[in-house]
Nanobody
């Protein structure tokens, strides 16, 4: 069974950068769309961006376009979320997840989830 573990969260100042990692074990990630989601206190979980299993294409939420990027290292079975120009409103618990459906960014379409890593953007 596919297992996902996030790491790299922490406290960062506004305008700073952070890179999150999502390490997969149990099954290759090659056949899954991997997505990053976030959930702020009192808010619903939202899709941030994902990388397709079929062609490596990516989909982004409008709120992070131009600031966040996603990449995959197949050999390491790890997916990265590079976050630049961070804002206080990016503060949330960030989750990675896997879906057998190609190129989707809705939480309900994802079957496997990590436990999350907290990102706090504050001065």
């Amino acid at each position: 069974q596919l297992q996902l573990v996030e790491s790299g969260g922490g406290l960062v100042q506004p305008g700073g950068s952070l890179r999150l990692s999502c390490a997969a074990s149990g099954v290759t990630v090659d056949y899954y769309t991997i997505g990053w989601f976030r959930q702020a206190p009192g808010k619903e979980r939202e899709g941030v961006l994902c990388i397709s299993s079929s062609d490596g294409s990516t989909s982004y939420a409008d709120s992070v376009k131009g600031r966040f990027t996603i990449s995959k290292d197949k050999a390491k079975r790890t997916v990265y979320l590079q976050m630049n120009s961070l804002k206080p409103e990016d503060t949330a618990v960030y989750y990675c997840a896997a879906s057998i459906i190609d190129d989707v960014l809705r939480p309900d379409d994802y079957d496997y989830w990590g436990k999350g890593t907290l990102v706090t953007v504050s001065s």
